[in-house]
């Protein structure tokens, strides 16, 4: 009777666990392998904003201005490594898809 009374709280709080683990799964684009997201995506941006607001507001009189010297080099280098890499990730997908069994 102990071990039955212990075994059914087991079972139920197994039984939960294991639900939870595979709802939680997302599939991984290209490799298709399954990876566990304890969190949304959805929740993730928000909390994203949320300190992105905080950040900006502790660092209020810190941040330059946008038409800042500094500001505006750093925009154009910015700008010109995510074209490079945009450039780069669109060849390797299309070289990848051609290889690829998937």
């Known amino acids: 009777y102990i071990i039955f009374g212990f075994g059914v709280p087991f079972a139920g709080v197994t039984a939960a666990s294991i639900y939870a683990y595979y709802s939680c799964l997302d599939k991984v684009p290209y490799t298709n392998r399954r990876r566990l997201l304890a969190t949304s995506l959805q929740w993730e941006a928000n909390m994203g904003h949320e300190q992105y607001k905080v950040l900006l507001k502790q660092n209020q009189g ?41």
């Open 62 to 102: 810190e941040i330059l201005p946008n038409d800042h010297r500094a500001s505006v080099t750093v925009q154009r280098v910015g700008s010109r490594i995510a074209v490079a890499a945009q450039k780069c990730s669109q060849e390797w997908n299309v070289q990848h898809k051609i290889t690829s069994p998937y």
